[in-house]
């Protein structure tokens, strides 16, 4: 008799195990949350310990001295596209793309996700008259879509996806004034080369992620994405919904310029997650401060858990 309950706990004790190990969500393929937030956290504070990372200034060049070097650490292979920027009759700048290349298990056409990696040189919304012209920090803005590339570089050299996946640091994302037409100035320059290939060598999809380091993260669903990527919005927003996460708004709010535009033109499949109710935004104010790691996370998650199903 003894035998035969201990027989029957056994089998109920594994059937229990069994069950929990089955509705565990996304067993096998679920991200290392602790590990990555603190990845991607790292970037951000060590971009932000920088300063202002506008083109040209002493933080620009820390930055790209960073973003080589992890590259090195994490890609298949790093390429850069560097061009010059004419700012008046009499000057110029110079600027970079930066593309880490991770060939995939598959192959087929690239996922380009990308982000902006300059600042705004100055800070021409901050409510103090006298601070417009001081180079603003970016924490957010700049920040948080390079240090969640970053953090992408690292998962992506630990757990490669099935298709081929270009990371790309885009400059001058932010670089001119409002109106003079100096503005995305690195996804422009990349798209006009991407024209002269042929069309077989295209992105399947490009996918943008600026300012989504905000602590009140709200992601609308933006105009140009919607028109020209509404299968990839619908995908994301499947997942982010399968996640829980409330920061997904399913309106659509803002038509915006971002580095996705360019591609959008082309008739490349283009979405940008942004979070533009940011009161921070093009001011001094925009320092680390205000981010938070769990919103930076949940985008990561998000992106690389709809990447996986591509
Ligand atoms: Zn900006």
């Known amino acids: 008799m003894r035998q035969v309950e201990r027989v029957r706990n056994f089998i109920l004790v594994g059937s229990l195990l069994v069950v929990l190990f089955w509705s565990l969500p996304s067993f096998g393929s679920s991200i290392d949350s602790k590990k990555y937030s603190r990845v991607i956290w790292n970037y951000l504070e060590t971009l932000c310990a920088f300063g202002p990372r506008n083109p040209g200034s002493e933080g620009y060049q820390a930055s790209l001295d960073l973003i080589r070097r992890e590259g090195k650490k994490y890609a298949d292979q790093v390429l850069e596209y560097p061009f010059l920027v004419r700012t008046s009759t009499s000057s110029s700048q110079e600027m970079v793309n930066l593309e880490f290349r991770f060939h995939g298990t598959k192959g087929g056409t690239p996922i380009l996700i990308?982000?902006?990696?300059?600042?705004?040189?100055?800070?021409?919304?901050?409510?103090?008259?006298?601070?417009?012209?001081?180079?603003?920090?970016?924490?957010?803005?700049?920040?948080?879509?390079?240090?969640v590339l970053l953090g992408i570089a690292q998962y992506l050299n630990q757990h490669p996806v099935a298709r081929p996946v270009h990371l790309v640091f885009f400059d001058g994302e932010d670089f001119g004034a409002?109106?003079?037409?100096?503005?995305?100035?690195?996804?422009?320059?990349?798209?006009?080369?991407?024209?002269?290939?042929?069309?077989?060598?295209?992105?399947?999809?490009?996918?943008?992620i600026d300012m989504i380091g905000d602590k009140d993260l709200q992601i609308f669903k933006e105009s140009y994405s919607l028109k020209g990527s509404s299968i990839f919005l619908d995908k994301i927003y499947q997942v982010a919904r399968e996640m829980g996460l409330k920061s997904f708004k399913e309106k659509v709010k803002y038509t915006i310029y971002d580095d996705h535009y360019p591609f959008h033109r082309m008739g490349i499949p283009s979405t940008v997650l942004i979070d533009f109710d940011y009161p921070y935004w093009h001011t001094l104010a925009d320092t680390l401060d205000k981010c938070s790691v769990e919103s930076m996370f949940s985008v990561f998650s998000v992106v690389m858990k709809t990447i996986k199903g591509l």
Not at 116 to 144: C, Q, V, W, Y
Not at 178 to 186: A, E, I, N, Q, Y
């Open 114 to 147: 990308g982000a902006h990696f300059d600042t705004r040189p100055f800070a021409d919304e901050d409510s103090n008259p006298e601070k417009l012209l001081e180079p603003i920090m970016g924490a957010n803005d700049g920040g948080s879509g390079t240090a």
């Open 178 to 208: 409002k109106d003079s037409g100096l503005r995305l100035l690195g996804s422009t320059y990349y798209a006009q080369k991407l024209a002269q290939e042929e069309k077989a060598k295209w992105p399947y999809w490009v996918l943008i």
